[in-house]
């Protein structure tokens, strides 16, 4: 609307205080010839009234265009419980003449203060006390700065990553205080909008002198044109001014402005990717900007921060160690958890993040950016506008533990929308998103906020369970190359059906899902976990499926070393069938199918009379159903077990016997696996050429098919040949590349197993420490996953390391250890003839005669009651004639 009024009804007394500003400015934009005294009389009404950002528009060009005292053209601050006067949507015209002007909302805050030096100084923090893990960029930016030539420095990252505290200490280091002394400014930018404000800022930090009619930037810029030293500015927080309304070029030109002059060194901190302006800044971190803290210096923050009141249990530092993790250590969110254990127990605080999340990451003060991460979070869905459809990309990511892996290939399947990649390019620039190897994350802080605030609606879950199930569909057979895919994506795949599941939504078939994932043994944990949820939840399931599901919990519950769970599992599938008679095809080979998972529980407890017994009625129950594959996988494994047992004649009939049923129906997997176990067999009886050729051969047979558990099993063997034959680079590498290959699927027994291997490595070439230490974490390792008889193993290979070392008093106990542990497995013929044997040495080297005789005639004998230990049997023999010849000498001595 035109506005109307005229001078004449301003009254004639200036000396009191004008109550409508909102009147006051109205009757002002509609004169065209304010006199200077008027003006003044104007602005200084002005500067203690209310006013909205539209009238400050108006007020701001009449003043500038109708007086002649150019220097009443300032930027006019609104107290702060002001009250907007209803004029933000106006539309002022013809006013000054042929001045225009168009303003609807600008957006800004309306309770801005007037900015004052104390203000800037108050807002400036201290240099922090606690600072850890950052050394190398502070480091990094120190260097930046006092280089040669232009220096541009920029500290970007999301909010709470520290970036004002690592400017700070950048500031106050030595270099930088020797080169720019008391020409440090630190700007806090949160407290300016635009490039007018800023320059007011800088004024304010500089404490340059104004005089009247002169020009804030000119006198700003003549300081840096004739400063003689060089200056540093610190523009911190620099995305308020940068993402404020239509201030980014009136920014962008002062900020280019100040970038010019030779003397001047810039630093800014800012939430995004990018520097601002185009200035060649040189940037701290990665592309993400500055990372979060590695775990080591993120325990000393937050026991700094807790300081003494640190609450000491058995277990705090795992619950610290928890407790960060789960914050991916992000540096706010560290200091804001540990102020709460001065107060709070750790337990307590691990069970609060479970249940409410970031609302434990805040002080009780009236939040702010550095005292509640929900605040910076809002703060940064405001500055970068983040809203409507990108609000919803972002609901959507939170909802995905691993992000969107390859996301410019992975997105546009998920949802089919337009302009997605531009949302992305919003939230990247936003930081409240980051991008690590082509795909796209959220830190936990921001995940769990998010999430929780603004939470997916069920048809995009349901976009994100179809485009999954496709996702396992298309998955290469070959599980070595799948099993890198899925891994990027497993915390996605068991969110969303897992949420499908409970809340009944689902759209796909969930089964489907499990008998893909159930391939990788590396992803048990997420297997079990829809098996069970399937069971629970699924009222229609078919019985068959019912089995199958039961059976493949039980075998997977056996894999994990849960055996009493998993044969519990096995019997109540078991007992409903009925043994006796002539079992249907499929009853016979559900009924095989429960042996073979007995037989393996059993065999992974060294209980290898039972699993024999399991076997036998597996092969029986198999030939019945005419499952051919699945009884010459029961006879390779019998022959296995033949061999755990040193009964190799048996084991290579068996295992032979297999191989050619499986060459007659044609499955090349089993006729690999067969390969392997002869090479193993010919490996103990030393025919190490046939051995290598088998087991490499097997290798790479195992390689073609992706069954990485035994390639890594072959690798394992092979590195065992190489160390018989002394090649210990070899040997090393071998056993190296398993236990990579055993890590990647999960298999704890076959890191173990590589563990003691490189142990025996070490103890060949004497370094004994190294090999202490390797023997000490296998046998951590099969105590935990219940391999009792390989615990006992372990300990008798650390007699032996410290019998070399002459630690005595250790070896007799390591050996007493492993002998008890034997002497509840009596079928361990080998490992307790081998132990005895051992102990004997040790005791031959503080020539107790009497002692090492009884060991040496002990093992003798437990060799020769195996029947296929003769060489065993040899060995003892010539230990007891060294010894008889050790007592002679003794005796004439």
Known sequence: ????????????????????????????????????????????????SYISSAAISAARWIIFTSSTDTSLYINFDRNEDAQDNDFREATITNVAGNLNIIKGDSGLPSNTKKITADMIASATPAVPIVFKGREELVEQGVNILCQQGLKFLAILGAGGMGKTSLALHIMDSDLVQNKFGERCYFIPCELFEDAESLVQGLIHAMELTMQENQSKQKVLFDHLQSAHGDLLIVFDNFETPWNHDD???????????????????????????????????????????????????????????????????????????????KLEYVPLAIRLSAQHVKQIPLEELLSMWEKDKTSILTEPTKPGRLTSVSFSIDLSLQIFKIEGKTLSLLSAISFLPNGIPFWVKSLPHMFQEEHLSLNVSALLNSSLIYGQNEGIKMLAPVKEYIHSKYPLGQDRIDQLERFYAQFLEDLPNHNMQAQPILQLHIGNIEKIFKAQMSSGHSKTSCISVVKILYRFRRFVPVSMGLIDLILEKDGNIKQDDEVDLKLKRADLLRWMGRFQDAQDQ???????????????????????????????????????????????????????????????DSMSWLGRIYYMQARYKEAFEMISKAQQLLQQIGNELGVAECLKRLGDIYRVQERNNEAIKMLSDAQKQFQTFGNQGQAAECLWSLGELYRKEEKYDEATEMVMK??????????????????????????????????????????????????????????????????????????????????????????????????????????????????????????????ASHGQLEKDVDRCSRALAKLDKAETAASII
Request: hydrophobic residues 35%.
């Open 738 to 863: 398993s236990q990579e290959q055993s890590k990647e699927i999960g298999d704890k027994a076959g890191v173990a197993n590589c563990l003691l291997a490189l142990g025996c490595i070490y103890t060949d070439q004497l370094q004994l420490d190294e090999a202490a230490d390797m023997f000490s974490n296998a046998q951590m390792q099969y105590q935990n996953i219940g391999r009792i008889v390989d615990v006992a193993w372990c300990y008798q290979h650390l007699g032996i390391t410290y019998r070399l070392q002459g630690q005595y008093e250790n070896a007799k106990d390591a050996f007493t250890g492993a002998l008890e542990i034997l002497k509840g497995f009596p079928g361990e013929k080998y490992k307790i003839g081998c132990t005895l044997l051992k102990f004997g040495y040790l005791f031959l080297d503080v020539k107790d005669f009497l002692e090492a005789r009884s060991k040496y005639e002990e093992a003798r004998d437990i060799f």
């Open 247 to 325: 201030s980014r070029m009136g920014v962008k030109n002062l900020l280019e402005k100040i970038a010019k002059y030779g003397k001047v060194s810039l630093t800014v901190t800012m939430r995004g990717s990018d520097g601002p302006g185009d200035i060649p800044w040189e940037r701290l971190g990665d592309q993400s900007g500055i990372p979060t803290l590695s775990p080591l210096p993120a325990k000393e923050a937050f026991k700094a921060f807790a300081s003494n009141k640190l609450q000491i249990s058995d277990d705090f530092e795992s619950q610290i160690d928890s407790l960060l993790y």
């Open 570 to 632: 096995v019997m109540s599938v078991k007992d409903c069938l009925n043994e006796e008679g002539n079992p249907s095809h499929s009853e016979a080979d559900i009924l095989g199918r429960c042996f073979d998972i007995l037989k393996g529980i059993y065999h992974a407890q060294t209980q290898y009379e039972k699993a024999i017994s399991m076997n036998l009625q597996a092969q029986k129950h198999f030939k019945q159903s005419e499952n051919q594959w699945a009884q010459a």
């Open 1 to 48: 609307m035109l506005l109307g009024l005229s001078w004449s009804q301003f009254p004639d007394e200036m000396n009191g205080t004008v109550a409508d500003c909102g009147g006051v400015i109205m009757k002002a934009v509609t004169n065209a010839c304010l006199d200077d005294q008027k003006a003044k009389w104007f602005v200084a009404q002005c500067e203690e």
